[in-house]
């Protein structure tokens, strides 16, 4: 049937819900009428919403069951209904939240599922096997890059098990505040992603020579997993594994090129290890996913972030771990959160990153609102507790078993909660520092987004947007609203797809094009 032959259909989300989303392609004229006898007073874009009754001045607008604006004029029914004729709620107190009060029955466990993974030295399992060189500060980004092109076209075609290599560029390390207490949070960040699952325990760091970020700051003695009894430091009694350290200013450094054909030198040590390591079949369990959404639009709450809440489920019972984020995309719905927590403490950890976040923004002299962006609001989204209500979707059912401050390593399976900004990039650059080695990302209005060092499955919200960018998506939970697929359905097909990327038998298509972003630490330390 083509779209034109459609007849004309809405999402309600709940029955207590006084507005419903367009689904059609291209949106509804004027004048449409639907069987319900309901008439479209004015041409209602897809993904936007349409009253299904009279709404007073003042009243409240209903959406997932939640107030998610009051009215600030009459609107009849049929009428569009976006962000200018809302008046957006106040943010709940975190106050008198409901603590630790949902008890869902367990689980069953869902067993049999496993992928083909490395295992580190840690215990910790890769999806891939990447050769990572950390910065210690911006100023030897342009040699590093230098360098991996070179170690990229000379050395990588020797390594034939090595997938890629990468550079850890980032702008901090130097005009910073570096004893600043909030500076904990980048330097923590850049030290746990140079750990990541994904690149084998290997260790190779480039600095500059004069910078704040000294090496031995950024990986303190005992925080370098021991390789082989190569990698021991000399210093007695020790197991540490050696600071791998290639300095730019070291004296030893004549020119350029000296610098590079270092930097060759010291990755060709750390390639002969990573190419000799082999996949092996381990349990679903040793999963470390995190879940995000950019771009979002009024679908995302309704196909693709509930198919990722279903996966999410999956991936709990088959005892997982899986990470979702987004602070400011989640705190119009806290108390829903804190309700989830498995323990009182956990609340309270919560509790805590949301007060920390109202502070930070209070600081920065704006609101919540300032989340919304113009293509949130163009795909449906009048305000930021229409966005949280969709967003907290992914994270499915279970319990939250934990919570992690930004730039912390997660050391416990089951559904955890991320503390990130809602940033696309610093949310996906601080769950790389949480540890995971797969990457789930939704969008309705289309991101190319994508990072170098774990495969990101992207899942479109709309079947317009798998269509018109059909070699960036991955998978289209647009079907659910077209009445092809079910949320279960797409949940499974992501499950299945998640072992197949981290055993390495399938690419994203973020992987084949090679397209990824530049990491972005979360610095709220002064610059000096």
Partial sequence: MTEAAKPPLTIRMHANDNVAIVANDGGLAAGTEFPSGLRLRDKVPQAHKVALVDIPEGGEVRRYDVVIGYALKAIPAGSWVHERLLRMPAARELVGLPIATVKPPAMPPLEGYTFEGYRNPDGSVGSRNILAITQTVQCVAGVTDFAVKRIKAELLPKYPNVDDVVALEHSYGCGVAIDAPDAIIPIRTLRNISLNPNFGGEVMVVSLGCEKLQPERLMPPGTIPLIDERNVADVGDSADAKLDVVCLQDEAHVGFMSMVDSILRQAEEHLERLDARRRETVPASELVVGV?????????????????????????????????????????????????????????????????????????????????????????????????????????????????????????????????????????????????????????????????????????????????????????????????????????????????????????????????????????????
Wanted: charged residues 20%; proline residues 4%.
């Fill in 292 to 528: 995000q959404c950019g771009g979002s639009d009024a679908f995302s709450g309704v196909t693709a972030n509930p198919a990722v809440g279903f996966c999410t489920d999956l991936l709990v019972r088959a005892g997982a771990t899986v990470m979702f984020s987004e602070v400011t995309e989640v705190r119009d719905g806290i108390d829903q959160l804190t309700s989830r927590a498995t323990t009182p403490e956990v609340a309270e950890a919560m509790i805590r990153e949301m007060a920390w976040y109202d502070a930070y923004l209070d600081k920065g002299r704006v609101d919540r609102s300032a989340n919304t962006t113009p293509g949130n609001k163009k795909g449906g989204l009048s305000n930021i507790v229409e966005k949280a209500m969709g967003s907290i979707v992914k994270s499915g059912s279970a319990p939250i078993s934990g919570v992690i401050s930004p730039g912390e390593k997660a050391r416990q399976k089951g559904l955890i909660y991320a503390a990130t900004p809602a940033s696309d990039f610093i949310c996906g650059t601080l769950q790389l520092a949480a540890g995971i080695n797969l990457h789930v990302f939704t969008t309705g209005r289309g991101t190319p987004y994508g990072l170098a060092e774990v495969p990101v499955i992207k899942v479109a919200t709309r079947s317009d947007l798998a269509r018109r960018w059909h070699d960036l998506m991955d998978v289209n939970a647009g079907r659910i609203a077209d009445g092809d697929a079910t949320i279960e359905d797409v949940g499974w097909e992501l499950f299945r797809l998640m072992l197949e990327v981290a055993s390495g038998r399938k690419k994203t298509w973020a992987e084949q094009w090679k397209l990824h972003n530049a990491l972005v630490l979360f610095n709220p330390a002064p610059v000096t």
